[in-house]
């Protein structure tokens, strides 16, 4: 399974930027969304930035991520919910589908 993971621009280059996360640095393709300037974070899928990150949301998806890692290695987390808080409201899900529209 693949999974975006964000990750901080350190250094902006031609068509790459060199970013840290949680596995350390790694150079990643910056095609998609252009040049980025130091301190904006991105979500690194396949070694490529997919979208530009508030760095609440890098939060967001960091800290899923390490609640889905916690679990993986057998360890509980009481805070389950709060690392899920945006999948618990269903009449807001992020960037996507607004159950209370109506029409097309």
């Known amino acids: 399974m693949c999974i975006g ?3 901080e621009v350190i250094e902006q280059r ?11 640095e790694k150079v990643v393709d910056t095609t998609l969304i252009g040049p980025q300037p130091a301190g904006t974070w991105i979500l690194n899928f396949l070694g490529s930035a997919r979208e530009v990150l508030t760095p609440v949301e890098a939060k967001r998806i960091a ?24 999948l618990l ?16």
């Open 63 to 86: 800290d899923a991520l390490a609640l889905v890692a916690a679990l993986h290695d057998g360890r509980s987390d009481p805070d389950i919910d709060a690392a899920f808080a945006d």
């Open 89 to 104: 409201d269903p009449s807001r899900p992020p960037g996507g589908f607004d159950p209370k529209r109506t029409g097309g």
């Open 5 to 7: 993971i964000p990750m």
């Open 14 to 24: 031609a068509f790459t930027a060199l970013c840290r996360g949680r596995d350390g």
